[in-house]
């Protein structure tokens, strides 16, 4: 047989797949349907790096042995293509992002085709395509009908350099990561999505999937429910008040002091009666430098300023406390406003400690002189007035029922969750379909006037003052009022670049329809997607979003389910071999097209999932890759060694079955790697017997095929079995043969190991000692000692006691 030659092989069968769409999914009502879905890849003009056909190929393989099985499969592919990624890299090579796009999606598809992955490309789908995204808006027109969609003042980190906004990501210690330079805030009238009046339903509805313990944990504690009271403090000698949110009412007798976020409109109302406004100014300026994500971090410095002639009066010891401004409170969460329990909070602590501020102890426990005693979940309460020696579950309703009755507070549920912030002034985006007009206010768009196209245009850049390049285009903003017929302005920011991938698990069940974002018979067939994997990057907002829309829709009646996705896995990444994330900064990438080109796509596939864990970061190996293409050109040779023999033989009928069993469950538990292993361990054992029949190369081939099919199909073929791997079945296991009917027993003398015997596992203890009396290694351990017990515990070990 000619010498295993990867490259022309691959290229035969990806041609032939190609040619006979061997993996076109249509709706077949008779068969099982599986629907396998991965994370919409986004081609900002980076290419692929090998940790990319990681989460690709895990899918391939159950997608590919399902097909085996028999079950309807429907695993696609499309470009999540508008948005940030995209439109920097466009604006760095000063190429229009369409063209960049089309570019990328190009090489990118080559890249995945050369990997060999069964996607049906006929449902190929891209989020900047007209046909695509007038769903997207029309999805926007329905969430704005039903007002969950609206306009309200919020701020945006603001790049004067690039003249952007900024997502917070996009934002390393106050500076703009794309360019350097200081970043500062700005308020902007932003679209937003009420995603927060679906918070309950986010969570209650993670006991109905199958999803990862760490990600609904990442979903429920990015919603942050909680329960707890809003209550007020009086500002002392005016006739306002604060209003904050807490969850442990019970500590409001250790209320020392308060905070206010920076943006407060009480430091505006009396700014004439603050003695120390200037120094005021100077932290604001100083926090509007910093991202969100800066200023909650937990282990940062502790900065403020006290409000010099403003205090607050503490409802439950009618004392007045200092009023703070500090950056770690912020306006868009919560009230604005916090009471700080410096003796059972370890930031109130630290912050108290730096500004030389009063700490009350309240739960008894702990040494308050040390640091803040936390484990307060439980407790008996001190220096508290009328809650003293309550427990703290006591204290709490006990004090709630005191701020109800002197109408100063109520039991409130509170949720982390903001709504969503859906406007980007930025051009390579979705345009929102709406118009403003004097007389009716916003008016949608006419749905048969759907899609509301990008306009092309020479200069995609931000403008100077942080509108949208779309605002300086009178052909696209002057129109008409779709309600009264009068001059009106199109809206010109566009929508987010989470917005097409919110939805595009349904667009894939239906690509092609021009009357609804996809049929309701294949919504019906295909959803929800049985199966989802991505990265853990994606498993909060990207899910949450998704999630939300796809409720919304339900509540609509246009989608059959409540949630999108049955199961959720996600996967580690692959590092670089300094154990960093691979990167063209850190010099550690590693191009798949080197690998293919060098070792072959079976070899980078079969690598890739034998690495290790699929759910934990690797590093990447050079000789593990060289390894996985010695195990494959040991596959190449073995089928020189097949008979014309039929079944199994006697000698490999229990390591057949074990190993169909194992490979089949390792791969619907994403243990890729033992299921490898596996089948290198019965490679040697046919290797060891020197031939086997045609049905047991034949299974091998099967069980090797998701993994490797391009030479298991080439060598299916020159062996002259009948059709392709892809038309045959998954092979069956029998259960009673899974058993080794032989094993390796030890033998043991007064406890210590002497020797090990193969032996029947049904082995008698009278056929034992035949064996053993056999056995020099045990026998010079009995010599002249006499026998006085013989314990065996069947399959595992038989132990001979002697004096």
Known sequence: MDTYNP???????????????????????????????????????????????????????????????????????????????????????????????????AHFKEQMKSI???????????????????????????????????????????????????????????????????VVHKIKSQWMLKITKYADRLIDDLKDVDYLDKIKAQQINWIGRSYGCELEFQVADTEDSLTVYTTRPDTLFGATYMVIAVEHPLLDKYHDQIGNMEEIHRYQKEVSKKSEFERTELNKDKTGVRIEGLEAVNPATGKKIPIYVSDYVLMSYGTGAIMAVPGHDTRDYEFAKKFDLPIVQVVAGGDISEEAYTDTETGTMMNSGFLD????????????????????????????????????????????????????????????????????????????????????IDSFVNTTCPACGKKA???????????????????????????????????????????????????????????????????????????????????????????????????????????????????????????????????????????????????????????????YSADLETAMH?????????????????????????????????????????????????????ITEELWQLKGYQGKISDTQWPLYEEEKTVDNEIDLPIQVNGKLRSTIRISVEASEDEIMERVNKDEAVLKHLEGKNIVKKIYIKGKIFNIVVK
């Open 389 to 472: 020696g309550l427990s703290v579950e006591d204290a709490k309703i006990k004090m709630r029922e005191y701020l109800e009755e002197k109408g100063i507070g109520q039991a409130k549920k509170n949720y982390k969750l903001r709504d969503w912030v859906f406007s980007r002034q930025r051009y390579w985006g979705e345009p929102i379909p709406l118009i403003y007009c004097d007389e009716c206010g916003w008016v949608p768009v006419p749905e048969e006037e759907l899609p509301v196209e990008l306009p092309d245009v020479e200069n995609y850049e931000p403008s100077d003052d942080g509108e949208s390049p779309l605002s300086k």
């Open 116 to 182: 060999g992955f069964s996607f049906d490309w006929d449902r190929e789908i891209n989020t900047t395509d007209p046909k695509y995204y007038k769903w997207t808006q029309w999805i926007f027109q329905k969430l704005f009908e039903k007002g969950l969609a609206y306009k309200a003042e919020m701020p945006i980190n603001w790049c004067p350099s690039c003249k952007c906004g900024l997502a917070n990501e996009e934002v390393v210690g106050g500076v703009c990561e794309r360019c350097g330079a200081e």
């Open 7 to 105: 490259n022309a092989i691959e290229k035969k069968w990806q041609k032939i797949w190609e040619e006979e769409k061997t993996f076109k999914t249509e709706i077949d009502q008779e068969k099982e349907k599986f629907y396998a879905l991965i994370e919409f890849p986004y081609p900002s003009g980076q290419g692929l790096h090998v940790g990319h056909p990681r989460p690709y190929t895990a899918l391939d393989i159950v997608s590919r042995k399902r097909r085996l099985q028999g079950y309807n499969v429907l695993y696609p592919i499309g470009w999540d293509a508008f948005g940030l990624p995209t439109e920097n890299y466009a604006i760095k090579n000063k190429v229009h992002p369409s063209i960049v796009t089309a570019e990328n999606i």
């Open 658 to 710: 074990k190993t169909i069993k194992k490979v089949g469950q390792d791969f619907e538990n994403l243990k890729f790697n033992t299921a490898i292993a596996q089948l290198m361990t019965l490679l040697n054992d046919f290797n060891k017997k020197g031939s086997v029949t045609e049905d047991e190369f034949r299974t091998y081939l099967i069980l090797l095929n998701p993994v490797a099919p391009h």
């Open 489 to 647: 302005k199109r809206e010109t920011d566009t929508m987010p670049q989470w917005a097409g991938s919110s939805w595009y698990f349904l667009r894939y069940t239906d690509p092609d329809n021009d009357k609804a974002l996809a049929s309701e018979e294949a919504l019906d067939y295909y959803t929800p997607v049985d199966w989802y994997n991505g990265g853990m990057e994606h498993t909060t907002l990207h899910l949450l979003y998704s999630r939300f829309w796809h409720k919304f829709l339900y509540d609509l009646g246009v989608v059959p389910t409540k949630e999108p996705y049955r199961k959720r896995t996600s996967h580690g990444m692959i590092l670089g071999n300094n154990m960093e994330k691979m990167s063209k900064s850190r010099g550690n990438v590693v191009n798949p097209d080197d690998i293919i080109n060098d070792y072959g796509a079976d070899t980078l596939r079969t690598y890739e999932m034998f690495i290790g864990d699929f759910e934990k970061s690797v590093p990447w190996s050079e000789n593990g890759v060289k390894g996985c293409r010695k195990f494959l050109e040991r596959v190449w040779n073995a089928s020189a060694n097949v008979n014309k023999e039929k079944g």
